[in-house]
């Protein structure tokens, strides 16, 4: 019998707390592999986590976290709703920007989740996980926007701690939250019913990417 999505992020999440893929996991308490609904709509990438997270091995729990409880209440979803995980699983020392190495380490956990959970809508929060999705882009021009990659939804945001630092951020941020977050999954829904999103697994999602280039949607 095949594994449940609650049962593949199980073992995903066991395999990252005694991960030793890349040297992140020396001087941290705890990985942090994420948490939320199996089989979530929406699913929320950041980047990585930070003293809070590390301390308690869960994602999103500090200041960002907070704040991104309060948008996600301002749009009637919460925490056990959607799922929420970084690109990378331990927390950079001093809260730097992560590696590449340190985001390749982690990648495959991160493809294992998204295949698992099979979300319609992917949010990126920040540019790293940005990065995965929009390779080249520059967050400060795409913020907001929506395109199908893969057979999904994939939304760019800002970070919701660079919202915290910069007031002209954080009304972006709002702004999206209000504004893409519900259009981008009532457009899913309506591309799901149509039969028009992913149904396959995100190993073999990967190598069509260069035959499925990423479509602008029009949804705003």
Request: some cysteine; hydrophobic content about 40%; overall charge neutral.
């Amino acid at each position: 019998m095949a594994a449940t999505a609650r049962e593949t992020l199980d073992q995903i999440a066991a395999e990252v707390r005694s991960c030793t893929k890349c040297p992140l996991y020396k001087g941290t308490k705890n990985g942090v592999p994420g948490e939320g609904g199996a089989e979530a709509e929406i699913l929320f990438i950041g980047e990585g986590p930070g003293y809070h997270e590390d301390r308690l091995g869960r994602p999103f729990v500090g200041p960002a976290g907070q704040l991104l409880n309060k948008l996600l209440a301002s749009i009637g979803l919460d925490r056990q709703t959607v799922f929420i995980t970084n690109v990378v699983k331990h927390r950079p020392p001093e809260n730097r920007d992560p590696l590449p190495e340190e985001i390749a380490a982690c990648s495959d956990y991160l493809t294992r989740q998204i295949a698992a959970i099979n979300p319609r809508v992917i949010v990126t929060l920040g540019r790293y996980s940005m990065a995965r999705f929009f390779p080249g882009a520059k967050i400060s021009v795409i913020h907001g926007q929506a395109k199908l990659i893969d057979g999904r939804i994939v939304v760019a945001m800002y970070h919701p701690a660079a919202a915290l630092r910069t007031p002209a951020v954080m009304q972006a941020l709002e702004q999206d939250f209000q504004r893409a977050i519900p259009a981008a999954l009532a457009e899913a829904r309506h591309l799901a019913a149509e039969g028009k999103l992913a149904t396959k697994p995100a190993s073999t999602e990967k190598e069509d990417k260069d035959s499925q280039p990423p479509q602008q949607l029009s949804l705003f």
